[in-house]
């Protein structure tokens, strides 16, 4: 798994990243992504699903208003946005609960919104704007006994 800091300089290059990742995970795996408002978060979600082989044909877009989008891939990619939702709202009753941790990868945008209990194993992506077209991209895997310790 790639993990660490890197720097992108264009919208391509955090995609190429994205898309490396995508082409390395396996189902099962949890994304969070965290970042300002047009850090890229929705872009990275892009190059993560030709990384898992979502076709071409597949628009990826950001689903703020259906909350949740499934593509197809080598894996089921479900990618979720609750830029909309309180950190209060009943996430059950969108259906996130559902596509965590299941025969697919999960992508969820703006996953500081998420009770930080909610997730187990996950990878966690924080997307930092360092200037118009550059960002400081943080990938690290947080393994079930850190959520655990957090959770203490």
Same mark, same amino acid.
Request: proline share 4%; net charge negative.
């Given at each position: 798994? +790639?993990?660490?800091?890197?720097? =992108?300089?264009?919208?391509?290059?955090?995609?190429? %990243?994205?898309?490396?990742?995508?082409?390395?995970?396996? *189902?099962? =795996?949890?994304?969070?992504?965290?970042?300002?408002?047009?850090?890229?978060? #929705?872009?990275?979600?892009?190059?993560?699903?030709?990384? $898992?082989?979502?076709?071409?044909?597949?628009?990826? #877009?950001?689903?703020?208003? =259906?909350? +949740?989008?499934?593509?197809?891939? &080598? !894996?089921?990619?479900?990618?979720?946005?609750?830029? @909309?939702?309180?950190?209060? &709202?009943?996430?059950?009753?969108?259906?996130?609960?559902?596509?965590?941790?299941?025969?697919?990868?999960?992508?969820? /945008?703006?996953?500081? @919104? $998420?009770?930080?209990? =909610? %997730?187990?194993?996950?990878? *966690?992506?924080? +997307?930092?704007?360092?200037?118009?077209? &550059?960002? $400081?991209?943080?990938?690290?895997?947080?393994?079930? /006994?850190? !959520?655990?310790?957090?959770?203490?």
């Amino acid at each position: 798994m +790639i993990s660490g800091q890197f720097h =992108t300089s264009s919208l391509a290059e955090t995609y190429r %990243l994205a898309q490396k990742i995508g082409a390395e995970i396996p *189902a099962g =795996t949890v994304i969070a992504l965290t970042g300002d408002l047009g850090a890229g978060k #929705t872009s990275f979600v892009q190059g993560l699903a030709r990384g $898992l082989g979502v076709p071409e044909d597949y628009y990826v #877009t950001s689903p703020t208003y =259906t909350l +949740i989008n499934e593509y197809p891939g &080598s !894996c089921p990619l479900f990618h979720a946005d609750l830029y @909309r939702l309180d950190a209060g &709202s009943d996430f059950e009753e969108i259906g996130l609960y559902d596509i965590l941790y299941g025969k697919n990868v999960t992508a969820i /945008e703006w996953a500081d @919104r $998420l009770d930080p209990f =909610t %997730l187990a194993e996950h990878i *966690a992506v924080h +997307i930092e704007i360092t200037d118009d077209e &550059s960002r $400081l991209i943080s990938v690290s895997s947080i393994s079930a /006994e850190e !959520c655990i310790v957090k959770r203490v």
